[in-house]
């Protein structure tokens, strides 16, 4: 089968000729998408890009980073305002893949996958699709689904500047180093006035469909010191609301059983 190319110069652009063609599909960096052609898949037959460079920028906006949604892992590597989440984009594939997986495409890439997006949703992130509007990633998160029609096409995503660099940490556990899929990862941001937890954010990756917050842990955590009673609290409602999937990479009971232990882990690492 043939594949149409089209490159558009603007999201907005783009957005329209995906809403009119159901066999077409936008393609960011390509590492999904041209997998997806190489196997063989059916389901679209024209792939869009847009060449607009905005999609590869980044700025800082008072405590906000905007991160263009064609912005490479490699690329946000680069970038020293985006130190906070350098461990969250180095653990994405191998050096080859990271050239071209984009943070956009990380949103959309079905569990294991979502590394990033897991980062990015411990940093109260927001989506940006190409007419302007905004989404909590949380909300974009829960109403994705590929089979239900055109996705919007995300130009940016902007997320919270953690104060200090011990705020914010990324643990991705996997069986093979370092290029492994992740058999779970984890993104905390624990901010702290007079040293209670205050507005903590804890997400997980590859323990549900998508990367999801794991609101027990937060509540657990919220209010209080940092300390092993804490970090015990939180692990024991470690698994509450998770639906583990079984996966060539671990079961769902392996995951259930690793992922308080590998929680802990992070948060023993986040004491000060
Ligand atoms: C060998 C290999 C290893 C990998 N390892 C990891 C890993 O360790 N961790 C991880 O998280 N992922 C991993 N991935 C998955 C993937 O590389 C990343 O998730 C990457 O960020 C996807 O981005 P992309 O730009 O390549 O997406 P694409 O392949 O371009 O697109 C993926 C999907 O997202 C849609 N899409 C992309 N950008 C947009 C946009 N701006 N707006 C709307 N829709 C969009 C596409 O239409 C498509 O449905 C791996 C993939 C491979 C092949």
Known sequence: ??????????????????????????????????????????????????????????????????????????ALLRHR????????????????????ATVGGNLFAQSPYGDFATALLALDAEVIVADGSRMALVDFLARRNPSS???????QVSVNRPASAGDFWFLKVSRVKPKGISVMSFAAHLP???????QVRVAVGAMAPTPVRMLSVEQ???????????????????LEGLTPPTDAIATSWYRSEVAPVHLKRLLTGAMR
């Open 1 to 74: 089968m043939s594949i149409n190319s089209l490159v558009c110069s603007s999201a907005t652009e783009a957005a329209r000729l995906l809403g009119s063609n159901p066999r077409a599909r936008y393609f960011g960096g390509g590492t999904l998408v041209m997998r997806a052609i190489n196997e063989g898949d059916q389901s679209f037959d024209t792939i869009i890009r847009i060449n607009d460079p905005e999609l590869t920028q980044m700025q800082i906006a008072g405590n906000r980073l905007v991160i263009g949604a064609g912005v490479t892992m490699s």
């Open 192 to 198: 702290r006035a007079a040293n209670q937890l205050q």
């Open 220 to 238: 657990a955590l919220e209010g209080h010191a940092l300390d092993a009673a804490s970090i015990e609290a939180a692990a024991r409602v470690a």
């Open 81 to 100: 305002d985006a130190g906070f989440l350098h461990a969250a984009a180095r653990s994405v594939g191998g050096p080859a893949i990271r050239h071209m």
């Open 149 to 155: 029609g055109p996705t919007p096409v995300v130009t």
